[in-house]
């Protein structure tokens, strides 16, 4: 079952949200050369703290953190350790979250550590970020959920890679529902599974998690031994972005956006609808 919202309760999540991107815009000022997983977890726990919410991570499902610190070939899930130091080259994905009253907000971001980074390792970050607005994007009332993967697979697949070859679209992680809990109904595919079928139709107080994962090789992943850090098997590196987003009468409006989404989507000739707290 889809939990539709009502205007009351998203704008209870925009509170949430607004929180997830104070947790990102720290701890992507915190994620330099020298700095360990275990310090941006601090941070984010700190920020968290300040604001009056609660980590929808630390606990869920025995996660033993506060934020999901992916480095590298790591897509996602990445358990934050003081033994994991970060290194001028490195990229880092850090995926938050927060409750506020009992609301959600999920949102992650993949940044650069220092200087140098190769050329591909920009671009798969931009394709990355791009497809997750493309989603975004096609978050409107007639749409079906199969729409906003398609509209994800497709601007991947449009992007010409570095020498060569696919972009990885990862096929065991995808988007998801939010709300009263983290993970909720409907489950997002970043791509076109017509075994699936259409999915539901979009309608007002539909709230999804739109999160593409890519990687420059592999669409395959495997879990380490400690049942939580997902890596792809080629050992290629990852990006991985991620907003959460609801759609309101007046259009979407991404709950974990400083502006809502205004300026992004206004790059797909799409109004963001008005932010609640304004």
Not at 62 to 72: E, H, L, M
Not at 134 to 160: C, H, W
Not at 200 to 206: A, I
Not at 244 to 257: D, F, I
Request: with cysteine; glycine share 12%; charged share 20%.
């Amino acid at each position: 079952m889809v939990q539709i919202k009502t205007p009351e309760q998203i704008a209870k999540m925009r509170e949430a949200g607004l929180v997830v991107a104070a947790v990102h815009a720290a701890t992507r000022e915190a994620a330099v050369p020298g700095a360990t997983t275990k310090d941006l977890d601090e941070v984010a726990r700190k920020v968290l703290a300040e604001h009056g919410a609660k980590s929808n991570f630390l606990g869920y499902g025995g996660f033993p953190a506060t934020i999901c610190t992916s480095v590298n070939e790591v897509v996602v899930h990445g358990i934050p350790s003081e033994d994991v130091v970060l290194k001028d080259g490195d990229i880092i994905s850090v995926d938050a979250g927060a409750i506020v009253d009992g609301w959600h907000g999920d949102a992650a971001f993949t940044a650069f550590v220092g200087s140098g980074h190769a050329p591909e390792l920009v671009e798969l970050s931009r394709v990355t970020e791009e497809s997750m607005w493309a989603g975004i994007a096609a978050m409107k009332q007639g749409n079906r959920l199969v729409d906003v993967s398609r509209a994800v697979e497709t601007y991947i697949r449009r992007q010409p890679k570095p020498g060569g070859g696919r972009y990885g679209i990862i096929e065991d992680y995808g988007g998801h529902g939010i709300g009263t809990e983290m993970h909720m109904d409907p489950h997002l595919l970043n791509y076109v599974d017509r075994r699936r079928g259409k999915g539901p139709k979009l309608v007002p107080g539909f709230c999804l998690a739109i999160e593409p994962m890519v990687s420059l090789g592999t669409p395959r992943t495997e879990v380490l031994e400690d049942d939580w850090t997902v890596i792809t098997t080629d050992g290629t590196w990852s990006s991985h972005w991620e907003h959460s987003v609801a759609l309101t009468e007046q259009g979407p409006l991404v709950l974990t956006a400083p502006d809502g989404g205004k300026a992004k989507l206004a790059e797909y000739g799409v109004t963001a609808a008005p932010d609640p707290l304004a």
